[in-house]
């Protein structure tokens, strides 16, 4: 089997596709086939003529390619594929080397026109397409993944010989890797996106705060609900006991009432006797005084009676064997018992009270007289039941053989006979009673009342423990206070258990019920546990879920524009149109044979090595990658996002300089350089996205063409521009670029294919546009933070750039690096503009950023003086921005009195501050924060007229403010304590002050700086040397130099304070020296951050006196003073000389030397320039008022005035 190549028969019937060559044919291979020769289109469009059909690639240095005259031309011209072109050179390369078995092989080129065929004979495993689809060829490495980079590690070698594990081992390996891969891009995006950290903190939290608040009410009802089960069972426990205790007593009243009318004992008092009658010799020295009754209590006859009595009450109040006895004291004396101990008794039956026989059957209490004994127990009784006439119950107390025994005892009471009146008294311990006839007694089992309660298994059954005792009505100690307890009962404490007190015939009761594992629930724990769990799972999924929306969002918005895909979204048609934007083409130089010489992979990375940093550039320049197509770029400036067109073609040639700056110096990892070429032209056109499948942002119109074809057109490593490029980067707002004519020879421009002859022009370099003719470019100016840095910010009012566009640098840092960039700058040059984070700007969003780190930095000192381990919490933070942005608000239009001015006098403030610490001064962070809050305040609602003026025209402000009162000094602390109490400020103001000594020090120091800073007032500026002067003898001061005197109640309504204040704090209301000390300080801190401008730079001072001139200009041509210009050279030199000189000689109290002395010097320096050219410089004032002309410019010339002269004398 033959094939020929070009020509010739084949003897086999097979198809074949090569589907990655451009144009093949693909034909059964029967008969003779001719292979067709691939084309190589570089695109349509532009670089193929899709009338002719398949065209010959043109070569790497064409200055005309094939392209239509079409007007609508794509604007994502596609360039010949890299990787499509390497691997068809590949291809063909092998074919050349593949040979039949008899060796021969002749070469298809596939740049030539020319095909030269070669018969190779078949045979097994020897023709050409199995040779190019053999697993040992190496013509498809890198396609498979096998060998795709060089860096690949994997080596086979390690894996056992069976494979299997080997494959195992791979794929662990590859899902560690992709698990460490992915949870570190995971972080990173959230670190770099705070927003999803915040919200996915924020959902934590908010879960867990309603599912901890959730289970807590739970676990509250819970608890309540336990609690309210002890209360009930230990409550109808206690109503048991107190219902069997009535029933138990009952038989007491029916034996009295038995006894007295029954006439059986009428005589035994008689018999009995008082005392000392029948009285035993000895006992009355003894605590039981006993009488011999014998013959008397027991008299068989009497035991009968009594046994009569008893036994069929006891019967009828069936007890149940509670009761166990009873006993008798005629005149308190103890006489008759029953059960008795002779059994032979009549009518004697042991089952009527159980346990009673052997109870009583002991006759040691046998003739005891209560009445006289001196023993406690029976004085206590006694005294109850015939002085006190109150019922007595006693017990529990322990009378073997039983342990537990609780005895009632009840009066009997006889109608008093007057004729025998010492028959018709009892003596009771000395108190002669009448109508007492004596006393009975029952006995009771508290054990057997107890059983018979089921109180152990009441409380078991709720799983309770209880200790019940009797805490009133207790019987001197003989008695035990303990009723009844469980088991587990001393374990129970307060945190475990509640107590629960009732009444009853014995007493009151208290009942400590509770349980051993405490009233919360064994749950709670866990269920905590696992709404935390349940919280990190769902933050940590709405994390990822944010993440993943992010990532996305980011692709969307790396593939095409936002409005696109805002559009697209919405299912509108995508399309813009752009009057002048800037296009850019580059192309590798030899690509072409370069690639054909590298695998398909190398080419790839190779590529994606040079346009990653190529992206890079685009994201520097702010201009727009369209797409890459092969080896070619495209990007586009003025679109999709709208800029001015001189603008946008700076930033196209600022961004094809970079790279092309940045090809010299690339290397492959073989060594070899890269060389481009590169093309601009500008023109309109149009912008959107064609179909739905794969969609892409592109670009339509003949400057895409015209684009490509000066990069066409273009040489090696020099950039091609149009005519109408050219005239747009003369006007370049911020740059200006050196650019020369193409001339070849004679030949001026270059012949462009459909445009005919175009003069063209070469880009060779570019640097920093100076300012008009005001600077020449080779001119260093010094700029400190009065200095605008050149930048395309400063041409917003020509450009139309967003103001906000300024403070994208300040986003990109913290609040402590933004406050530790202001701080540790120079006092000289305070905000030097080598910094972007101090850079001169009146952007009001990056002076808001650059308030609140100072702000913040203050505050969180303030807190963690507090306590160290406090955090500024996130609401403070907000609250900080929310309040910088609404002071800001509230100041004008003014020229010098704004918001750029009061974040100067902060910003020197802040200094002021850190220069002090640093001389050693022991900081006090609620002061500094005050002072530094104090500044940013000063001028709030200024309105840009003095007070004196205020005043002349009857303004409202002056109608609001008494005249001993600096109108607009004060105007703006009420604006600022007006905003800080509003009630979305809450967090800050319950930061900033906590406690009515932080609301005192904080209006104090408030008050101070800020009066003293009406410097217009000459009474007031005396007062404050005079407080300054005193501050420094060691004597008593003044009381009438306290400059808050007359605003006391200004200052308590301010903060929220009122009089009474005074009299809990009377020291802080106090003119004290050490006072006297710290006031002078805050006046002089803030008098120096306020007109610090005079003690720094020659630009400094130059700039803020122009702002002033022309805001005092202001109110000339509103004819509400007189014409500024005609005094301002000699009112500078006086204001110099009688308040700056002195008030920075006064500085020497405060910093040390050497800062002191460079305030002075700095002061001088700033004098003396003046005094040279202060003429000159109120001329350039007045004449660029009057003319309207742009600040910079006239701020270059004054600046000038200045830097000249100290250049010359060798300082600058």
């Known amino acids: 089997m033959k094939i020929k190549l070009g020509g010739g028969s084949v003897d086999d019937s097979r198809r074949f596709t090569l589907s990655d060559w451009e144009g093949a044919v693909e034909e059964p291979l029967s008969g003779d086939v001719s292979v067709p020769r691939p084309v190589f289109r570089r695109g349509t469009d532009d670089f193929a003529d899709n009338h002719n059909g398949n065209a010959p690639m043109p070569s790497e240095e064409s200055a005309a390619p094939s392209a239509d005259d079409s007007s609508s031309a794509r604007a994502t011209t596609r360039r010949r594929s890299s990787v499509g072109s390497a691997m068809k050179g590949s291809i063909f390369r092998r074919i050349s080397f593949m040979g039949s078995l008899d060796g021969t092989a002749e070469t298809a080129d596939p740049q030539s026109g020319s095909d030269r065929g070669t018969d190779f004979t078949s045979s097994t495993g020897s023709n050409i397409w199995s040779k190019l689809m053999s697993h040992n060829e190496s013509l498809w490495d890198g396609v498979d993944g096998k060998g795709a980079f060089d860096d690949d590690d994997d080596d086979e070698s390690v894996f056992d010989d069976d494979g299997k594990n080997g494959d195992c081992r791979k794929s662990m390996k590859r899902c560690g890797l992709t698990w460490w891969w992915e949870t570190q891009h995971f972080f990173s995006t959230m670190m770099r996106y705070p927003h999803i950290l915040v919200i996915s903190l924020v959902t934590f939290g908010v879960l867990c705060g309603v599912g901890i608040a959730a289970i807590t009410a739970e676990k509250e009802n819970y608890i309540a609900k336990q609690k309210s089960t002890a209360q009930f069972v230990a409550r109808e426990t206690a109503n048991w006991f107190s219902d069997e205790f009535r029933r138990a007593m009952l038989p007491l009243y029916s034996v009295q009432q038995g006894v007295l009318h029954s006439g059986y004992f009428e005589s035994l008092p008689e018999k009995i006797g008082r005392f000392p009658n029948l009285l035993i010799p000895g006992t009355e020295e003894t605590d039981f005084t006993v009488r011999n009754v014998t013959g008397i209590c027991d008299d068989r006859d009497m035991i009968n009676k009594f046994r009569s009595i008893v036994r069929p009450i006891n019967q009828d109040n069936d007890l149940d064997g509670i009761v166990v006895g009873y006993r008798l004291f005629p005149n308190n004396v103890a006489c008759l018992t029953e059960p008795h101990a002779q059994e032979s008794s009549d009518g004697f039956n042991a089952d009527d009270f159980p346990q009673g026989e052997a109870l009583l059957s002991s006759d040691n209490a046998f003739g005891l007289d209560t009445g006289s004994s001196a023993f406690p127990l029976w004085k206590m009784i006694t005294t109850d039941l015939f002085i006190n006439r109150q019922f007595n119950i006693f017990g529990p107390f322990n009378m073997p053989p039983m342990s537990e025994l609780i005895c009632g005892h009840l009066a009997i009471w006889k109608d008093v006979d007057s004729t025998d009146v010492v028959q018709d008294t009892l003596n009771v311990h000395g108190t002669e009673v009448a109508g007492a006839w004596g006393f009975i007694v029952n006995f009771l089992d508290w054990t057997k009342m107890k059983d018979k309660s089921d109180i152990y298994k009441r409380f078991a059954d709720c799983h309770l423990e209880f200790d019940l005792t009797r805490v009133s009505g207790s019987t001197v100690g003989l008695d035990s206070a303990t009723l009844a307890k469980s088991e587990n009962a001393d374990m129970l404490i307060d945190e475990n258990s509640i107590v629960v007190t009732t009444t009853s015939l014995h007493g009151e009761w208290q009942n400590k019920v509770g349980s051993l594992n405490g009233w919360e629930p064994a749950w709670f724990p866990g269920a905590v546990a696992g709404i935390v769990l349940a919280s990190f799972v769902l933050a940590f999924l709405t994390a990822s879920t944010l993440v993943e929306r992010q990532l996305h969002r980011n692709l969307l918005y790396k593939v095409m524009p936002r409005r696109a895909i805002m559009k697209l979204q919405r299912g509108q048609t995508v399309l813009e149109k752009f009057n002048l934007v800037t296009i850019f083409f580059s192309d590798i130089v030899g690509f072409t044979n370069m690639a054909g010489n590298m695998r398909p992979i190398q080419v790839m990375k190779m590529l994606n090595e040079l346009y990653t940093e190529l992206d890079k550039l685009v994201e520097k320049h702010n201009v727009y990658k369209v797409e890459t197509i092969g080896d070619a770029y495209m990007v586009v400036g003025g679109a999709p996002s709208r800029v001015p067109a001189p603008l946008a073609a700076e930033r196209v040639a600022l961004f094809a300089l970079e790279a092309v700056s940045f090809v010299r110096k690339f290397r492959t990892k073989d060594g070899n350089r890269i060389f481009i070429r590169a093309g601009l032209a500008s023109g309109p056109t149009v912008g959107g996205v064609v179909g739905c499948s794969m969609p892409r942002y592109c670009f339509f119109g003949d400057t895409v063409n015209f684009a490509s074809r000066m990069e066409s057109t273009s040489k090696k490593m020099k950039i091609q521009v149009a005519d109408i490029t050219y005239r747009l980067l003369q006007d370049a707002p911020t740059a200006s670029f050196v650019m020369t004519k193409r001339v070849e020879g004679d030949i001026v421009g270059v012949q462009v294919k459909g445009k005919g002859h175009q003069v063209t022009h070469w880009i060779e370099r570019a640097g920093p546009r100076a300012w008009d003719s005001f600077v020449n470019d080779e001119e260093d100016v010094k700029r400190d933070v009065e200095t605008p840095t050149i930048s395309s910010k400063y041409s917003k009012e020509n450009y139309g750039i967003k103001e906000a566009d300024s403070a994208a640098e300040e986003r990109n840092y913290t609040s402590e690096e933004i406050y530790d960039a202001m701080t540790t700058q120079d006092w000289e040059s305070l905000g030097h503009a080598s910094s972007s984070l101090v850079a001169a700007t009146d952007d009001g969003y990056s002076l808001g950023f650059r308030a609140c780190a100072l702000l913040e930095h203050h505050l969180l000192c303030v807190l963690q003086e507090r306590d160290p381990s406090a955090e500024m919490n996130l609401s403070v933070k907000i609250q900080i921005n929310q309040f910088v942005q609404e002071v800001s608000e509230t100041y004008g239009t003014a020229k010098f009195h704004n918001w750029s001015h009061a974040n100067h006098v902060t910003t020197s403030m802040n200094k002021l501050l850190a220069v002090i610490q640093e001389g050693g001064e022991e900081p006090i962070p609620l002061n500094s924060f005050s002072l530094v809050f104090a500044a940013l305040v000063h001028d709030a609602g200024h309105t840009g007229m003095s007070n004196k003026i205020l005043k002349d025209i009857d303004h409202p402000l002056s109608k609001k403010f008494d005249d001993s009162i600096p109108i607009a ?244």
């Open 969 to 1212: 000094e004060k105007n703006s602390i009420d604006i600022a304590l007006d905003i800080l109490f509003r009630d979305n400020f809450a967090s800050l103001r319950n930061a900033i002050l906590p406690g009515e000594m932080d609301k005192i020090e904080f209006a104090r120091t408030l008050f101070q700086s800020i009066l003293i800073t009406d410097i217009a007032t000459p009474d007031r500026v005396k007062l404050g040397i005079e407080r300054f002067k005193a501050s420094q003898d060691s004597q008593d001061p003044d009381v009438g130099l306290c400059p808050l005197a007359s605003h006391i109640s200004d200052l308590f309504d301010g903060v929220g304070l009122d009089e009474s204040v005074k009299d809990e704090h009377p020291d802080e209301f106090v003119v004290t020296s050490s006072g006297l000390k710290r006031c002078v300080r805050n006046e002089h801190l803030m008098l120096l951050s306020d007109v610090g401008h005079l003690c720094q730079s020659w630009e400094n001072f130059i700039k803020w006196n122009f702002r002033l001139f022309k805001e005092l200009m202001d109110c000339h041509r509103k004819k509400l003073c007189d014409n500024p210009r005609e005094t301002w050279v000699q009112g500078q030199i006086a204001f110099f000389d009688k308040y700056i000189i002195p008030l920075a000689e006064r500085s020497h109290t405060f910093f040390p030397d050497e800062f002191g002395d460079a305030i002075i010097t700095n002061a001088m320096n700033n004098l003396k320039l003046w005094t040279m050219f202060g003429i000159q410089a109120t001329n350039i004032m007045a004449l660029g008022v009057r003319n309207d002309e742009r600040e910079e410019a006239v701020l270059m010339e004054l600046y000038g005035l200045g830097s000249d002269y100290l250049a010359r004398k060798g300082q600058k």
